[in-house]
């Protein structure tokens, strides 16, 4: 959970023209100063909203990476920057004008320099064919979310455990054309500077992984206008046995690589909320919850989601707007009036020292109908959160307790707690005789599935790490 939230409106100027192929009128692609200039004012956005890693030698080293890849583009003099951003998600985007990024989630999950290499020419790609331009000038006039594109597989979410990317979703899609070509343009200027463009495909085929291993398959459409990765794998390999045909030696550069990203960060950061697990964190809101044992925890861009397992009960925490002048009741019965549901009972409290209103209500809810809701709108520091339980009307009594002890653990912890909540941290390993992924990840606080550490590492999920390999793994903070 964030304490910004993604609300960038953007709305365009544009020009018609006649197309001389088909004279019909239609949106004409931009300038390349209107495309430096978008990047430039949505690059503002991104480094706030998002947040840039703070890593400057990390930060040194995929710049330079980028930056040779760029020049050795069909655009070399576009006024590059290369940024990894704040995210636990598995991603990496483009905005127009050379704007490209970089999540530090993704960095875990790529095996050697040169596949990072591959990423950014992927990126770079999408720049250099003008695929995020087009976007745009197709999305001219209405108002949307955040509408820059580009992102490698464009409905992946990030692992289970690492959270639910809610920017995932505000992503424009490229098409399989946009995408299997800024693959084939990754291939093109990796070889050319000397990086394996093998990369390209293994990268992707990690992707595939991820996305294999994911319960959430994603929106329905997504077949529909992507490649399954597999298929973009197969079709870039073709590209990249005759770039290295006629090839000098090629840069694969692990060892270097994982110098680099030894101690990142893994998952959430503090700052944005960590769940430890069934308690959630709040360093840079200070506060904590303890969800109900057993109960898996997901801390999303804009809310934190508990789930029973196995049934259709939940809980979950969102930040709620606050007019001024209006009583917490008022903001109470409103907010839920406005979700549909009506109170029952209800009354002002105080929570661990907090203003609390803590009522009962009912109502119907998407995907589950007649509910039952125990709700608690709580004040720290000017801010309203809602921490809610949710049950099927029939299952609420059964419930109810569950939800009294969550709401009643809401807390607010001091500076000096929030300070010493540290986040998860990939480390190096090297593997011995016995060692399995999964005897690996119990060793560590079992901070990540055994499936994330072979993915991770470039293995099928049914390999083992062979003694000896040295590894990434991920220790509790
Ligand atoms: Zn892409």
Redesign the pocket.
């Known amino acids: 959970m964030r304490r910004a939230s993604l609300t960038l409106v953007l709305v365009l100027a544009t020009a018609c023209a006649t197309n001389p192929v088909t004279g019909k009128r239609e949106l004409s692609l931009m300038s390349e100063a209107q495309e430096i200039q978008i990047g430039q004012s949505q690059d503002a956005e991104v480094r706030r909203d998002m947040g840039v890693y703070r890593d400057p030698a990390l930060q040194d080293y995929v710049s330079t990476i980028g930056l040779r890849l760029a020049r050795a583009s069909e655009r070399p003099d576009l006024p590059w920057h290369f940024t990894v951003v704040d995210s636990p998600a598995v991603n990496a985007f483009a905005l127009p004008g050379g704007y490209i990024y970089i999540t530090r989630g993704i960095m875990p999950f790529l095996e050697n320099e040169a596949q990072l290499a591959g990423v950014l020419g992927?990126?770079i790609g999408?720049v250099t064919a003008r695929h995020a331009s087009q976007q745009y000038s197709r999305a001219t006039g209405a108002q949307l979310g955040l509408i820059f594109g580009?992102?490698?597989l464009?409905q992946t979410r990030p692992l289970a455990q690492l959270g639910e990317s809610g920017l995932g979703l505000l992503f424009l899609k490229?098409s399989r054309e946009?995408?299997e070509q800024?693959d084939g343009l990754g291939v093109k200027y990796a070889s050319r500077t000397g990086w394996d463009p093998a990369g390209v495909p293994q990268m992707l085929t990690t992707l595939a992984r991820i996305e294999e291993a994911s319960d959430d398959k994603g929106v329905p459409n997504w077949l529909a206008t992507h490649p399954a990765p597999e298929d973009r794998v197969q079709r870039v390999s073709a590209a990249v046995q005759q770039a290295e045909a006629g090839a000098q030696r090629f840069t694969v550069e692990r060892d270097g690589y994982l110098r680099r990203i030894d101690g990142i960060v893994h998952g959430d950061n503090p700052d944005q909320g960590v769940v430890r697990g069934a308690r959630f964190l709040h360093a840079g809101l200070r506060f904590a919850v303890d969800f109900p044992t057993g109960w898996e925890v997901n801390n999303g861009q804009t809310q934190v989601v508990a789930r029973e397992p196995g049934g259709r009960t939940l809980l979950l925490l969102q930040m709620v707007d606050r007019p001024v002048g209006r009583t917490l009741q008022d903001v109470a019965l409103r907010s839920m009036a406005s979700a549909g549901l009506r109170a029952s009972s209800g009354g002002t409290t105080a929570l661990n020292g907090l203003d609390a209103f803590v009522g009962t209500y009912q109502g119907t809810l998407q995907n589950l109908g007649q509910v039952g809701v125990r709700g608690a709108h709580v004040l720290l520091d000017r801010t309203v959160f809602l921490l809610a339980g949710i049950a099927p009307f029939d299952e609420y009594t059964r419930a109810e307790p569950a939800f009294a002890r969550t709401i009643n653990s809401f807390k607010p912890i001091s500076r000096a707690e929030a300070e010493a909540i540290a986040p998860n941290r990939v480390d190096l390993y090297t593997a011995r005789a016995g060692d399995t992924w999964q005897s690996i990840a119990e060793r560590h606080g079992h901070v990540v599935k055994p499936t994330t550490l072979a993915i991770m590492n470039g293995h099928a999920v049914t390999d083992q790490p062979r003694p000896g390999e040295r590894i990434k793994i991920v220790v509790a903070g």
């Open positions: 992927h990126e999408h580009s992102i490698l464009p490229y946009n995408e800024a």
